[in-house]
């Protein structure tokens, strides 16, 4: 963070305040999933038993 005559200029990092990596998308790749199989079980076992 640098003090340029009466602003304050950050670099892209400190603005946004996170890291960047590619992990967060796998985690929401697998939970999405994982959440789409789980629902569908749920929905699906019960219909079979009724026949």
Partial sequence: MQVVDDHVEVTET?????????GVRYVLAISLLAVIVVLSAIWIVPA???S
């Fill in 14 to 22: 400190e603005a946004s305040g996170g890291v960047k990596e590619q």
């Fill in 48 to 50: 079979l038993l009724r």
